[in-house]
């Protein structure tokens, strides 16, 4: 997903796209040990959950694996309207810049 993936850097986040047609849109949240101890990564993720929620997949739609990456930067200082914010930056640069569609592998079906 990083390697085949467009990168999009949004203040404190990082955002690895990939188009996948046909596919409901996936998103995946990833905080390093570098942001904080656990109570503090947890409480991030759950904020970025939100946001995700409320901004970025009712503007994006279908198709679409998505990986944030929080960058060691990322404060609980920062409300959820900036992150909010993020959000819509990350939405205008998706719609701008678009990720190529991802090659999606076949199942492989075991013999029997």
Do not use: W
Request: hydrophobic share 40%; charged share 30%; proline share 6%.
């Amino acid at each position: 997903m990083q390697r085949k993936g467009k990168r999009y850097h949004v203040g404190d986040l990082i955002a690895c796209v990939c188009r996948v047609p046909g596919e409901p849109t996936r998103v995946g949240l990833t905080t390093s040990k570098k942001v904080g101890k656990a109570v503090i990564r947890n409480r991030i993720r759950r904020l970025l959950r939100e946001a995700v929620r409320q901004v970025l997949l009712p503007a994006l739609g279908q198709d679409f694996a998505i990986v944030l990456i929080a960058k060691k930067d990322l404060s609980l200082e920062l409300p959820q309207s900036q992150i909010d914010e993020a959000m819509e930056q990350l939405v205008d640069l998706i719609r701008r810049k678009p990720p190529q569609h991802a090659h999606v592998r076949a199942k492989k079906e075991k013999p029997e």
